[in-house]
Each structure stands twice: as C-alpha cells, then as structure tokens.
C-alpha cells in the first residue's frame, strides 16, 4: 500500500488503532479521527510518525454531524494530496431494551452506525474514484443473529451491512466495497452487559474457544484493502465460528 492513504474513523484505539497500526505497517499513510479521544490520537500519530516520518496525521470530529462529514475527506486530501481508502470504524455500543428505548438513542446509534458511514462514503466516492480505492465497513455479526436488549443498535449495524452490499453496486467499477463483521473481540469499555458470567457463556458458543484480538480484524481489513481486487459487496465474519454455532 506505498503511497496510498487510508481515513479511519474512530482511529485513536481498540479495534480503530489496530487497523490503524496494519495498514500503516503495509506503507499506507494514514489519517486517524477521533471525537473526544485526543491524547490517543496524538499518541498514535506520534507513534506512526516516528517510523515514517509524516505518514500519519489526525482530525477531530463529531460524526454525527452529518454537514462536517465532507470536511474530513477534504481534510485528508489535503494533508496527504489524495484519498484511497475510508475504513468506517467508529461506532457507539450499548443497550437499548424495549420500554427503555429513546430518540436519543436511535439518533446516536443509527447516526455513528449507519448515518455517518453513508454520509461520509458519500463525500469520499469522488476522489475514491479517481483512486479506484475502496471502502471497508466495520459491521457486526449480531446484524444476522441480533443480540438481547440491544435492539437500535442491531438494526443499525443490520444497516449497514445492507449499506456495503449497496454500495458495492452504486461505487462499482471504480471502488470495491466491503465489510468484517467482528465476533466476540475485545470487550466494550464500561459495558456491565458483559460480566464474567456473560463473558464465559459467550466464550461457549465460540467453536475456537476463544475471543478475538483488534489484530484479527485489522488483518482482514488490510487484506480487504490490499489484497481484494476482485472481491466486492462481501462480508467477512471474524468471529471464530461463532457465526456458525448451532
């Protein structure tokens, strides 16, 4: 990936720096969003810089301020001069059991899930043309087996794996679109959902017996990436066969 440039959103940690790190390693250079995480995001950029000088730089955003979504590829280009790839990381995560379901609610799940990774697919598809770049949602496996007590936050990510196989065909020849849709990795922060109780029974429906590291999914986004010229509209579950227990 010499000379290409990726934007990932919701870059500065956890699963985002991981991808970060991996398509960095492949010699992309990369443009790290954040919201409200900057030290991360400093630190990360920091990090990268130091291995490459200036292939790395960051932007803050809120995304679900759909009008600002066009500023950050515009940011991104002119930084690095051209845009490759948009890697549509970041999302919000926590329950949403009927009775107890908001506005509020919908309006951030859906928009951090669903709304700003169309807007802002949008806003990157004219220079991902130019590129013949592609784009990679980050999905879920629960937008196929939902998950208790989180409904708006199913139906969003239920979304945007329709959204990917959308846009495979709308970007088509020019940009490849695609999606990973993460199992068990590592656990939310600051989500009680997920006691040790719930951990351990999760950890039973994972026929490799095991939870998932950032690393796993940010391998399959760079091979999505750089290595997937004939692979568009696909949805790659890296869930260790969870997907598939019965």
């Known amino acids: 990936m010499q000379g290409k440039v990726v934007l990932v959103t919701g870059g500065a940690k956890r699963v985002g720096a991981a991808i970060c790190r991996q398509l960095h390693a492949a010699g992309a250079q990369i443009m790290v969003h954040y919201r409200t995480s900057t030290g991360d995001a400093r630190a990360l950029v920091a990090e990268l810089n130091l291995q490459r000088p200036n292939s790395a730089a960051m932007v803050q955003g809120d995304l679900l301020n759909a009008g600002a979504l066009s500023a950050l590829v515009a940011q991104t280009i002119g930084s690095f001069g051209r845009l490759d790839g948009l890697v549509n990381n970041a999302s919000s995560f926590y329950p949403t059991p009927v009775g107890d379901i908001s506005e509020k609610d919908w309006d951030d799940l859906l928009g951090s899930n669903l709304k700003a990774p169309l807007f802002l697919s949008q806003a990157a598809a004219p220079e991902l043309r130019k590129t013949h770049g592609a784009i990679v949602n980050i999905v879920d496996i629960h937008a196929e087996r939902p998950m208790r007590g989180h409904v708006v936050y199913n139906i969003a990510k239920a979304g945007l794996a329709g959204l990917t196989r959308s846009l495979a065909r709308e970007l088509a020849p020019d940009v490849r ?70």
């Open 177 to 246: 679109v695609n999606g990973v849709s993460p199992g068990a990795n590592i656990w939310p922060e600051g989500e009680s959902v997920f006691d040790e109780v719930a951990r351990q029974r999760i950890l039973h429906t994972v026929p490799l017996r095991r939870v998932g590291e950032p690393e796993d999914i940010a391998r399959t986004v760079r091979f999505l990436m750089q290595d997937a010229d004939y692979i568009t509209g696909q949805i790659i579950a890296v869930d260790g066969g969870r997907s598939i227990h019965l």
